[in-house]
């Protein structure tokens, strides 16, 4: 059960509860690395395909990440996005949820040669990411399914999601 109900910002500022979320259904939540992540993407327009199937089972789908406001606005942008992203500021969500890491130096140089400052991006200092992950919750908050890969090129299968929101009684 999630007993942390952490507001988040959307991409405009506004707040977010999951407490609010969750008075409505169950909630899908997808932890993303960022937009300039090219697997994050493919995941997000498949979520978006998914999107009308994950309305008609009563849940909602919200995608955080760590990325700024600005960062996550282009990100929905760019995605034709018509679901909630919303911006983790320092990831204190996704450290709630137990999916932050801290990544090494290497990899922060490696990052920089292609011209990318993922803390930059992020407004943060720190060189941290979500691994990314997928949790569904129930309206009770208590987490009915959980993907969560360290190896960033493995994602959700949908049919996981919508198979778990079936089996979710509203």
């Known amino acids: 059960m999630i007993n942390f109900l952490y507001i ?13 979320l969750l008075e409505q259904g169950p909630v899908v939540i997808s932890f993303y690395r960022g937009g300039w992540c090219p697997y994050c993407n493919l995941e ?9 199937e994950i309305k008609k089972l009563g ?40 999916i932050v890491f801290e990544y090494p130096e290497y990899l922060v140089e490696a990052y920089r040669s292609f011209g990318l400052s993922i803390a930059l991006r992020n407004g943060s200092s720190r060189h941290q990411l979500p691994i990314p992950a997928t949790f569904v919750l129930d309206q009770d908050g208590i987490i009915r399914f959980v993907f969560a890969e360290e190896d960033y090129t493995l994602r959700v299968q949908i049919k996981e999601i919508l198979d778990c929101l079936r089996k979710i009684k509203l």
């Not at 988040?8 to 609010?20: F, M, P, W």
């Not at 919200?62 to 990831?91: C, G, R, Y």
């Open 44 to 52: 997000l327009r498949a979520l978006q395909q998914a999107l009308p």
């Open 59 to 98: 849940a909602q789908l919200v995608a955080i990440s760590p990325e700024s406001p600005d960062n996550s606005l282009t990100t929905k942008e760019k995605n034709e996005l018509e679901f909630q992203v919303l911006w983790d500021q320092e990831n204190i969500i996704g450290k709630e949820y137990g």
């Open 8 to 20: 988040t910002y959307l991409t405009t500022g506004a707040e977010v509860s999951l407490r609010h």
